[in-house]
């Protein structure tokens, strides 16, 4: 009699254990599971609360190599970009951009200011001027030379991509779309820092242009900058490299760069 008691006892002890052991599992898989998904506007808190404080930045690109042959197959502003080997770029928070440099032996200045678009060779006797506020995709921006702020939202709809790739990678995956047009990019961000790594430029029928990858990432002051990139056609081959560098950030640039 003593004896079954025992080995109830023991029965009942071993099944309390199983089920707690079942428990503390079931608490671990809970854990460690998915996080719940970001959402745009925490993501837009959050690249405001990361580039706080930044006003303004200038740079120089250099363009380090470039397949010139692979580049004339691609879109016509590429080949155009790379054919400026050298250039300093200036941006101004939320609207303006500057970049000069030379195309042959021809100094050039492009500029963006708000809604209209200025490109100047004075050698060349060219000067012209356009008003992109119905073509928005025409202008440029702090995006443009791979800086994440706020102005991703300037003109454009903003998509988180739920993509278990970029999530086992570190990354957030996002869609940007331009109001008119069906033009526009998918982009993947550092999940943790914020900045850019990866841009896909994709048509009308949603097929990828072109592929940008960053890399090399600088923090300065309250900015985080790709130092390199790499342009890639559509096919996946690699056409080009530049890279920054001289960047200075928040040193008041005045508006009349900008005129």
Not at 15 to 41: N, Y
């Amino acid at each position: 009699m003593l004896r079954a008691l025992d080995c109830t006892n023991r029965n009942s002890l071993l099944a309390r254990l199983m089920v707690a052991l079942i428990l503390t599992g079931l608490a671990a898989s809970v854990a460690v599971g998915p996080a719940v998904a970001l959402t745009e506007d925490e993501l837009k808190a959050r690249i405001e609360a990361a580039t706080k404080g930044f006003s303004d930045i200038n740079m120089t690109m250099t363009v380090t190599l470039k397949d010139k042959k692979a580049l004339e197959s691609m879109e016509p502003s590429y080949a155009r970009l790379y054919e400026c080997k050298t250039g300093n770029v200036f941006v101004k928070q939320p609207d303006k951009v500057r970049t000069e440099g030379k195309l042959g032996m021809v100094k050039f200045e492009y500029i963006i200011n708000g809604t209209t678009k200025v490109f100047r060779a004075k050698i060349a006797r060219i000067s012209q001027k356009e008003d992109c506020s119905k073509k928005p995709a025409k202008l440029q921006s702090a995006f443009d030379f791979g800086l994440v702020t706020p102005t991703l939202w300037r003109n454009r709809s903003v998509t988180i991509i739920p993509d278990a790739r970029a999530d086992a990678n570190g990354e957030i995956k996002v869609r940007l779309q331009w109001p008119t047009g069906n033009t526009g990019h998918v982009i993947w961000l550092d999940a943790k820092d914020l900045y850019l790594k990866k841009v896909e430029k994709h048509d009308g029928k949603d097929k990828v242009e072109s592929t940008i990858v960053y890399t090399n990432p600088t923090k300065m002051d309250s900015m985080i900058v790709p130092t390199r990139a790499e342009l890639f056609s559509p096919e996946g081959k690699s056409v080009g490299f530049s890279e920054v560098s001289n960047i200075k950030v928040n040193t008041n640039l005045a508006d009349t760069l900008f005129n």
